[in-house]
């Protein structure tokens, strides 16, 4: 098999559960259970920010600017996986559009990402389907290859590989690998609570407990001067 010219077929993909104890937890309160070093970078965005992501990775690394793996993907990408389009972080073509993504959506796909660009973007911000991309261009792809489609890929900063699982909201993206995943979530669906409590507090008795700041002013030598 020719690296840089080979695709997987089968891979593993964690159960449905362990996917779905990601569902309404906030993409910030698990990337601060990560040690706040997990997400994907800032320059990803969702076209939709209302469009809210989870899923399990369905890798594709392609040479920028051409999208010919990521048509193989959409026929071969299974319900509830994301696409995910490792693209060298190019902005010089658009990799998917309206079309491409209805027929993710049709299939029964959980969304797409990519480390590139897109176009139909108003359309796209119109979708309840989720796609997330670096940029916007007219700019048509080329559908020459090569490529690699299941192998791990560097995506916008981290290495997402397949199977695992991919959260996304207005904030951003993380992905998880699965068995980290029961633990994390546990812990993050908990930290998430944890804030909802803290906003109750300050929306009914404008209470805000945070006796560490002034436990770290301390620490670090502050002077309070009249």
Known sequence: ???????????????????????????????????????????????????RLLGTAFTVNAPAGDNLLFHKALDMAKPGDVIVLANKGSMSRALCGEIMSSYAKARGLAGIIIDGCVRDSYTLSQMDFPVYAKGVTPNGPYKNGPGEMNFPVSFAGIIINPGDIIVGDSDGLIAIRPEHAKELAEKAKAYH????????????????PRSWVDAKLEEVGFEFVD
Do not use: T
């Open 1 to 51: 098999m020719a690296v840089g010219c080979r695709i997987r077929r089968n891979f593993e993909r964690p159960a449905k559960e362990l996917v779905e104890a990601f569902r309404g937890i906030p993409v910030a309160n698990i990337d601060d259970n990560c040690g706040r070093i997990a997400a994907v970078d800032a320059s990803i965005y969702p076209l939709n920010p209302k469009a």
């Open 193 to 208: 609570e944890g804030e909802e409590k803290q906003m109750e507090g300050i929306l009914q008795r404008g209470e805000w």
